[in-house]
Structures are given as structure tokens and as C-alpha cells.
């Protein structure tokens, strides 16, 4: 079975400066995608950035981007600029590349943001 | 632009009685997906099912919870029997067939008192 581990319960990061939270993951598949979704307090699950395993390289979505490390079975999420509306928990997430695989979560990291 | 509908968004229930969770997909998915998230916990998944067939259920605890997902209507997480452990926040999540994104509703919150 695969599982998303989270190293980092809390985070924090002044306002304007860059994070990184970090993912590793273990799977036996070649076949995988990669997620980070973003919860605040409102507890709707946000898609933040994903990843598609079998290309090379790293996703970026405006502030945010990842380091993809396939062979260490790494996945971290760099936040740039913080920003105050970044403050949330943070969930990476594994889904194998075979139809209907549900999403295996990471226990999640809390970023707090200092002003 | 409807997303994933989950109603009720909160749900208090005694313990004995019995809870109904309703999840709307994304018009067009045939997939649906049931999570469960205890406090300060990530989300675990619970049960995968296309309409009218349910094709993992293995999250899913043995006794008490069933889940359905009817040809017409919403999908149905029913916990009967709730107990002070069964409080926690219940996602549900859909796709279309073929995708690996799946999009995920707002959440019940079940608390049991």
C-alpha cells in the first residue's frame, strides 16, 4: 500500500519570505500523480499544484511551485511571497495511475503566516 | 459552474441515532469518493463507488456505515448507530471516468453528542 508521509506538523513563515513543506511518499508504481491541496479553516480542500509522474518537470502554478524528486520519492511545495491568505493546512497526496484509485493524504502541515 | 454539493453541511446527531450524508458529483461524474477526516488527522479515504455499484469499500469501517450511489440522486453515506468516534468531518469527492483529478465538496461536519 502507498503512503504520504509529512515530516513537518508546523510551519511558519514571515509575510513576503518563501516556505517549503516537504512530501515523501512510497509506492512500488511507475504510474502516479501528485497533489498538494491547500485546507483553511473553512475546511473546502483547494487543489494548490499537482504533478504528473511521468513528466520531468516541476509544476508551477504562479507562487507556487515543486520540487519533484522521482528516484527519493520526494515531493515538496516552495511557497514564494508569502501571503497572509497562504495560512492553512497543507496536504500532499498520492494517487496511482491505474482507473479509479482513490487519493492516499499526508497528515498535513499547518503553515501559520507571520505579518 | 456547479461543483461538488454536500448537504447537510453540518449534522449533530445522539448517540444511537442514525446519520444520512448526501453528496451531488459534478454534473457528468459517475465516480464518487467518500473521506473521512478526524481532527488534526489528514483525510482517509472510506469507499469508492460508481452508479449504482460500489467498487472499494475497503476503508470503509465493517459495521454501521453502508454507502450508496442510486442511477437517479446523490450518493449516501449512512452511519447508523453513531458513536462519540464517529465525529469528524466527511468529504466527498467525484470524477469523470478516465480523469485522476477528482474534486472535492465542502465537507459534512458530523458531531456526535
Known amino acids: 500500500a502507498q503512503t504520504v508521509t509529512q515530516s513537518q506538523p508546523e510551519m511558519s513563515v514571515q509575510e513576503a519570505e518563501t516556505v517549503t513543506l516537504s512530501c515523501t511518499y512510497d509506492?512500488?508504481?511507475?504510474?502516479?500523480?501528485l497533489f498538494w491541496y491547500k485546507q483553511p479553516p473553512s475546511r473546502q480542500m483547494i487543489l494548490v499544484i499537482r504533478q504528473e509522474a511521468y513528466k520531468q518537470q516541476n509544476a508551477t502554478e504562479n507562487r507556487f511551485s515543486v520540487n519533484f524528486q522521482k528516484a527519493a520519492k520526494s515531493f515538496s511545495l516552495k511557497i514564494s511571497d508569502s501571503q497572509l491568505g497562504d495560512a492553512a493546512m497543507y496536504f500532499c497526496?498520492?494517487?496511482?495511475?491505474?482507473?479509479?484509485?482513490?487519493?492516499?493524504f499526508g497528515p498535513g502541515t499547518r503553515l501559520s503566516v507571520l505579518p | 459552474n456547479a461543483g461538488v454539493m454536500q448537504n447537510p453541511r453540518h449534522l449533530v446527531r445522539r448517540r444511537g441515532q442514525e446519520a444520512r450524508l448526501r453528496c451531488s458529483p459534478v454534473k457528468g461524474h459517475s465516480h464518487v469518493y467518500w473521506y473521512r477526516q478526524l481532527p488534526e488527522e489528514g483525510l482517509k479515504f472510506m469507499v469508492y463507488?460508481?452508479?449504482?455499484?460500489?467498487?472499494?469499500e475497503s476503508g470503509m469501517p465493517k459495521e454501521r456505515f453502508s454507502a450508496e450511489f442510486p442511477k437517479e440522486g446523490p450518493s449516501i453515506l449512512r452511519i447508523q448507530q453513531v458513536v462519540r468516534g464517529d465525529s469528524a468531518a466527511y468529504f466527498c469527492a467525484s470524477s469523470s471516468q478516465g480523469a485522476f483529478e477528482q474534486y472535492f465538496g465542502p465537507g459534512t461536519r458530523l458531531t456526535v453528542t
Open positions: 497526496a498520492y494517487r496511482s495511475g491505474r482507473n479509479g484509485q482513490n487519493f492516499v
Open positions: 509506492t512500488s508504481e511507475s504510474d502516479y500523480y
Open positions: 463507488l460508481q452508479k449504482e455499484n460500489i467498487i472499494d
